[in-house]
């Protein structure tokens, strides 16, 4: 069974930073592309960001270009997104999220399996 | 504002059919795969359709997707009131060489 759990979040002041993690277990963790989507409360679904299977490729929202970094330990089968700089209007829940059945980013990617979320709140 | 465009609520009754729309651009739905995700309060999103018109193991026929040109359809057959939630498309957008989702479209099935 595929398993996805964030950790990391928390009430964090504008200007500082976070690093959340993803444990992902269940499936052949190096096979897929992963990404984080956040959730602001009572808004909608938005991508942040994803990196390939191998973790050569990334891409990033426009939103967190320049201060989100997303990598991956495959030995470790875990995910991570630092977030630097960070705002009021960052607050949200942020999932992490496996490909359906790609191991690559970009045409065809969808988002099969989801963790519970962890709440990142941003205020002074 | 979102990339993909989608109206905020649809509503129809028990046992009914209802579709809902995504509108994008050539940049994203028109050269790429759509899929389509069922949010219930409080709850992650779950895949409903993925590459234009595939389900998931797991998920009922009621559930189709569709796509033509710039736009792509989901269709839900015989409403149950357990299928009232938020429902989002998504897609990767070439030009902002981003994954993307539309604003979410609530049903109630009345």
């Known amino acids: 069974e595929v398993q996805l759990v964030e950790s990391g979040g928390g009430l964090v002041q504008p200007g500082g930073s976070l690093r959340l993690s993803c444990a992902a277990s269940g499936f052949r963790f190096s096979d897929f592309a992963m990404s984080w989507v956040r959730q602001s409360p009572g808004k909608g679904l938005e991508w942040v960001s994803g990196i390939s299977g191998g973790g050569g490729g990334t891409g990033y929202a426009d939103s967190a270009k320049g201060r989100f970094t997303i990598s991956r330990d495959n030995s470790k089968n875990s995910l991570y997104l630092q977030l630097n700089s960070l705002r009021a209007d960052d607050t949200a829940i942020y999932f992490c999220?496996?490909?359906?059945?790609?191991?690559?980013?970009?045409?065809?990617?969808?988002?099969?399996?989801w963790g519970q979320g962890t709440l990142v709140t941003v205020s002074s | 504002q979102s990339v993909l465009t989608q109206p905020p609520s649809v509503s129809a009754a028990p046992g009914q059919k209802v579709t809902i729309s995504c509108s994008g651009s050539?940049?994203?739905?028109?050269?790429?795969?759509v899929s389509w995700y069922q949010q219930l309060p409080g709850t992650a999103p779950k895949l409903l359709i993925y590459?234009?018109?595939k389900r998931p193991s797991g998920i009922p026929d009621r559930f189709s997707g569709s796509k033509s040109g710039t736009s792509a359809t989901l269709g839900i057959t015989g409403l149950q009131t357990g299928d009232e939630a938020d429902y989002y498309c998504?897609?990767?957008?070439?030009?902002?060489?981003?994954?993307?989702f539309g604003g979410g479209t609530k049903l109630t099935v009345l």
């Open positions: 050539s940049s994203n739905i028109e050269n790429n795969y």
């Open positions: 590459d234009n018109n």
């Open positions: 998504g897609t990767w957008d070439r030009s902002l060489n981003a994954g993307v």
């Open positions: 999220a496996k490909d359906h059945s790609r191991p690559f980013l970009g045409d065809g990617s969808s988002w099969h399996h």
